[in-house]
């Protein structure tokens, strides 16, 4: 069965860092474009960041350009998002996804696995 699961999430003061992962089991998911989410309360669910099934192709959302950095891990079935500079706005719960073959997307309607999230909060 096809899962993922975040973990890496946790209270952090404006400022600070924090690195999430996403571990896929029941899959390789070295055929997948993989994608960080997140979901603040009362708001949609919005693109953080997604990487080809090659790591050659990035997107970014422009609220976390120059902050926050995908990787993938084919080997370990690992995706990373290493968040720094992290501000109260990017408090919410952070999902991956993934989605098989090429084709990269930001979009969340454009992926149909899913994990359960993990949670961030960024406050003093």
């Known amino acids: 069965q096809l899962q993922l699961v975040e973990s890496g999430g946790g209270l952090v003061q404006p400022g600070g860092s924090l690195r999430l992962s996403c571990a896929a089991s029941g899959f390789t998911l070295a055929y997948y474009a993989l994608g960080w989410f997140r979901q603040a309360p009362g708001k949609e669910r919005e693109g953080v960041s997604v990487?080809?099934?090659?790591?050659?192709?990035?997107y970014y959302a422009e609220s976390v350009k120059g902050r926050f950095f995908i990787s993938r891990d084919n080997a370990n079935n690992t995706v990373y998002l290493q968040m720094n500079g992290l501000k109260p706005e990017d408090t919410a719960v952070y999902h991956c996804?993934?989605?098989?073959?090429?084709?990269?997307?930001?979009?969340?309607?454009?992926?149909?696995?899913w994990g359960q999230g993990t949670q961030v909060t960024v406050s003093s």
């Open positions: 996804a993934a989605r098989k073959g090429p084709d990269l997307y930001l979009t969340p309607i454009d992926y149909d696995n």
């Open positions: 990487i080809s099934s090659s790591s050659r192709t990035t």
